[in-house]
């Protein structure tokens, strides 16, 4: 028999001085935080196998800093392949220097393309706030800390298994008659002919215990991007950070949570049908409504009592599956595969290029001054230069995904902000009695979109929204079914 061994650990990432905030085109800079930020850990050993599944509140994973974890991690036994770094696609958290190896930033492509004379206006001074190296190594040291923490606590328990619904994450993606779609579309025009896809209202759960079966954390899986603060220029943990709040001053302070975002790269806090307004303006042209209908609903998930409204629906669920535990697991079957996975790249045509170089010099003539705006108006031709550069030197590309067993639960990874529907087709297909995904890890290669949002077009599924295109998509599908089969065959 070989028991279970759990060890957790959390650290807070809050900035002390101004950073500035990922996750929009307008640039935000602040010091001041709503809710703490955290990076949290919880490290798995039993029969010899092992993982630790590290969450950050940041808007996603670089490829260069699970590097640098990698590299730095000392824990004695522990093998840096079998570490998972994870982002609950936080919008109010860091900035870093982030590198994917797949081309320039999009910002230094719109310098080089300025005509003289012509300069970007930033909207938010970032002199005071914290450069991006510095972001960049601040955050790989404290992962690489709590990793580190969570292998040294590790100690016999057990766990159980939870699922519940939660109406969180919804579809963003509105089309029209003429054929087209569009991330935020305003659904109230006779053009309107439905939302591109469903969501996910699902909550996967894992509750983690104590060897005298005492709560110590809870794993939480949930279909939707923690993005309801993301207008606003404030530091927050977003909807995770009130949850774990609410846990605490429920089952004790010192009761652990780890945020995992399922597949929900369509997907947002938002109900777009029953539209509500923001309590205050926000930027953003493409969520701007005029004249919006009253409509009784959700608060605005724009705002902090949003984010309220998700926290308590997530502990409702929470304690409605603690309720129905009657099974506690010591000694199951574990297994952990890390993976290269190699997909092909999204390309181009040498008439796109072309057309996109004529576009970009369209739109600068003229102009003397640009800013967010300009820089989100050319992101798709932008987009397209980059991947056209990018094509000659490659086919494919390389990332690394991990495949778990623990009992009859499965847990996959994948780089991307996930269209829901592959989520679908590896749960609805899957080998095991329960599925959690886990996206935006252990990289950051963008959205991966549907061959039907593809063919909608609209940011999201622009080629510059992401690097792999749905044959990709179809691939990293096959690919998690026939490892998750595998591990389950034996």
Not at 71 to 81: F, I, Q, R, T, Y
Not at 103 to 122: D, N, Q, W
Not at 218 to 233: D, L, S, W, Y
Not at 293 to 302: E, G, I, V, W
């Amino acid at each position: 028999m070989s028991n279970i061994r759990f060890g957790w650990a959390e650290t807070d990432i809050t900035p002390k001085q101004k950073i500035s905030l990922a996750g929009e085109f307008f640039e935000r800079v602040t010091d001041e935080a709503e809710t703490p930020i955290t990076a949290t850990a919880l490290a798995i050993e039993c029969g010899g196998e092992q993982a630790v599944i590290c969450s950050i509140d940041i808007v996603s994973i670089g490829a260069n800093l699970v590097s640098m974890v990698k590299a730095a991690v000392k824990a004695d036994g522990l093998d840096p392949e079998k570490i998972i770094i994870c982002a609950p696609h936080i919008h109010n958290s860091y900035t870093y220097k982030r590198d994917s190896g797949m081309g320039k930033a999009t910002s230094k492509l719109i310098h080089e393309h300025m005509p003289e004379g012509c300069r970007y206006v930033s909207q938010a001074s970032s002199e005071e706030a914290l450069d991006p190296q510095a972001a960049l190594e601040f955050l790989a040291h404290k992962a690489t800390c709590v990793i580190e923490q969570a292998w040294a606590n590790l100690k016999d328990g057990c766990f159980a298994y939870g699922f519940g619904r939660a109406a969180i994450g919804m579809n963003r993606r509105v089309c029209y008659s003429d054929g087209k779609a569009k991330m935020w579309g305003d659904v109230d025009t006779p053009t309107f002919t439905g939302l591109e896809y469903g969501d996910d209202n699902g909550v996967e759960m894992l509750f983690v215990y104590d060897d005298a079966r005492r709560l110590s954390g809870i794993v939480c899986n949930v279909a939707c991007p923690a993005q309801v603060m993301e207008q606003r220029t404030i530091i927050s943990s977003d909807y995770w950070g009130k949850l774990k709040i609410l846990l605490r001053e429920q089952y004790g302070e010192d009761i652990m949570l780890l945020p995992l975002c399922s597949a929900a790269g369509d997907l947002c806090p938002r109900d777009l049908v029953r539209w509500v307004e923001p309590e205050t303006p926000i930027k953003d042209p493409n969520v701007i409504r005029v004249n919006p209908k009253y409509r009784r609903a959700d608060p605005s998930m724009f705002d902090i009592k949003g984010t309220w409204k998700i926290g308590r629906r997530l502990l409702s669920e929470i304690n409605m599956a603690l309720e129905e535990v009657e099974e506690y697991h010591t000694d199951v079957p574990f297994e952990h595969r890390s993976c290269e996975l190699r997909l092909p790249l999204r390309r181009v045509t040498e008439t796109e290029y072309q057309d996109a170089l004529k576009a970009i010099a369209q739109f600068f003539e003229g102009k003397t001054v640009v800013n967010y705006a300009d820089s989100a108006a050319l992101h798709v031709y932008m987009g397209i230069v980059r991947r056209y550069e990018v094509q000659k030197e490659r086919d494919t590309v390389s990332m690394n995904v991990h495949y778990m067993r623990l009992g009859d639960m499965a847990f996959c990874t994948n780089p991307f902000e996930l269209f829901v529907n592959y989520g679908h087709k590896i749960r609805a297909r899957s080998a095991a009695a329960q599925t959690m995904i886990i996206q935006l890890c252990n990289g950051s290669f963008g959205y991966l979109p549907t061959e039907e949002a593809e063919k909608h077009s609209h940011y999201s599924a622009y080629v510059a929204s992401g690097h792999i295109g749905h044959a990709g998509g179809e691939l990293l599908v096959n690919e998690a079914l026939t490892n998750i089969r595998e591990m389950f065959d034996k």
